[in-house]
């Protein structure tokens, strides 16, 4: 299965379908928007392209970057601050980028949040 096929979804508002590529790049370009030493929730970019319940599309998405382009991923956490499991290069992404983690790995997301 394509990478274009693994995301197809319905589009609730119109009734239509929408490509993975078009919900991918919707997701992406908010991740791109991400500044340097700060992070965003999986649920905090669902909702800012109006898709509020689905942050875990929103990390399905993430998980398959690559195959669209570099983007900063590493800037997405989850609700509680804690980094993607199995990515251990994460952790080192945030340092350089001036995010110190707590202990247990996490992200003090009121300090490093996101204001958007």
Known sequence: MSIDGYFYHEKRNSGGRTSDGDLAYEVLSVVAEIPRGKVATYGQIARLIGREKN???VGRILSHA???GD?????????AGRLTPGWP????LLRSEGIELKDGGRVDLKKYGWGC
């Open 71 to 79: 983007y900063p991923c590493q800037r997405v956490v989850n609700h």
């Open 55 to 57: 942050s875990r599309l």
């Open 66 to 68: 690559e195959y669209y």
């Open 89 to 92: 290069e994460q952790g080192d």
